[in-house]
C-alpha cells in the first residue's frame, strides 16, 4: 500500500472515530480524551450506528415477518436487549459529551469526576437538559437496559 493511500486511509478511518487506543500509562492522552465533548459525541454516534444496524436486522427478519420464525431469526430475538443497551450507551455517551463541554474541570485522571453509574438522565440534568415525562420513562429503560446487561458481563461502573 503506497504512502499516500495509507494517509487516506488513516483519515477516512479517524472521520468515523475510529481511533488507535493511548498507551494506558498515557494519563495526559486520557485527559485529553476524557475532556472532549467531540470524542464522546464520536463514541455516540458510533454505538447509534451500531444500534441502527442492529435494529434493521431485528426489524427485518423478526418483526416484519408474517410466517414462522427460521431458526436464524429465533437466535436474533435475543439481540433485542443488546440492541437496547447499545442504544442506551449511545444516549449516555451523548450526555457526557454534553456535561463535559459545559463543565470539563469535571475530568479527572480521565474519568469523570463525582460520576459513577450509568444514569443517562442524571447526565442529562447535569446538563441542564429538559425532558418530557414520556422521554424521562423511555430513558429509565435504556438505562435499565445497560445496566442489567453490563452487570451480567461484570462490567465496572462508569
Given amino acids: 500500500m503506497t504512502d499516500l493511500r495509507r494517509t487516506t486511509r488513516r483519515k477516512q478511518v479517524a472521520n468515523y472515530g475510529i481511533y488507535e487506543p493511548p498507551d494506558p500509562r498515557d494519563l495526559a492522552e486520557y485527559e485529553r480524551i476524557a475532556r472532549s465533548p467531540q470524542r464522546w459525541f464520536g463514541v455516540a454516534k458510533n454505538l447509534h450506528l451500531s444500534a441502527q444496524i442492529l435494529w434493521r436486522q431485528l426489524r427485518r427478519r423478526v418483526f416484519a415477518s408474517k410466517r414462522e420464525l427460521s431458526p436464524a431469526a429465533q437466535r436474533l430475538v435475543g439481540l433485542g436487549p443488546v440492541f437496547l443497551m447499545i442504544a442506551g450507551l449511545a444516549m449516555e455517551s451523548a450526555a457526557k459529551a454534553l456535561v463535559v463541554g459545559k463543565f470539563p474541570k469535571l475530568v479527572d485522571g480521565g474519568r469523570l469526576r463525582f460520576i459513577t453509574?450509568?444514569?443517562i438522565r442524571r447526565f442529562l440534568g447535569m446538563a441542564r437538559v429538559h425532558l418530557s415525562g414520556s422521554d424521562h420513562e423511555f430513558?429509565?429503560?435504556l438505562e435499565m437496559y445497560v445496566?442489567?446487561?453490563?452487570?451480567q458481563l461484570g462490567s465496572?461502573?462508569?
Fill in 117 to 119: 453509574g450509568h444514569g
Fill in 139 to 141: 430513558l429509565l429503560r
Fill in 147 to 151: 445496566t442489567s446487561l453490563l452487570s
Fill in 156 to 158: 465496572e461502573d462508569g
